[in-house]
C-alpha cells in the first residue's frame, strides 16, 4: 500500500494546520499509522502514531500539547493536526504504516512521499 500525506504549506507562527495521510489504491489494514518529519540539517523526527484499530495515539514530548493525531474511519484517513506553530516546526512531514500495533517508532514498512509544511516567524 502506497501512502499518501498533503494538506503542507506555508503558515505563520502560531497559526495551525492539518495534515492528511491516505492510502492509494487500498486500505489501512496495517495496524499503526504515524508521522514523521525531517528539518533541513536534521534527522528524521519521530512525531507521533495510531492505533488503527482502537484509535489509541502516542505525540512525541517535543510537540505534545501542540499537536494531536486522530483517524478518522469512514474516511479512511488519519490527521496531524498542528496547533501554534514555530518556525522550529518547519519540515517535511511523512506519514508511515507498519502492521504491528505498537507506539514506537521503528518498524515501519510504508512511507508516503511528504508534504512540506514551512511557518515563517
Known amino acids: 500500500v502506497q501512502l499518501q500525506a498533503y494538506g503542507g504549506g506555508l503558515v505563520q507562527a502560531g497559526g495551525s494546520r492539518r495534515l492528511s495521510c491516505t492510502p492509494s489504491g487500498g486500505t489501512f489494514s496495517r495496524s499503526t499509522v504515524g508521522w514523521f518529519r525531517r528539518c533541513a540539517g536534521k534527522e528524521r523526527e519521530f512525531v507521533g502514531s495510531v492505533k488503527w484499530r482502537d484509535g489509541s495515539t502516542y505525540v512525541a514530548d517535543s510537540v505534545k500539547g501542540r499537536f494531536t493525531i486522530s483517524r478518522d474511519n469512514a474516511e479512511n484517513t488519519v490527521y496531524l493536526q498542528m496547533n501554534r506553530l514555530e518556525p522550529e516546526d518547519t519540515a517535511v512531514y511523512y506519514c508511515?504504516?507498519?502492521?504491528?500495533?505498537?507506539?514506537?517508532?521503528?518498524?515501519?514498512?510504508?512511507w508516503g512521499q511528504g508534504t512540506e509544511v514551512t511557518v515563517s516567524s
Open positions: 508511515a504504516a507498519k502492521r504491528q500495533s505498537s507506539f514506537t517508532p521503528l518498524g515501519y514498512e510504508a
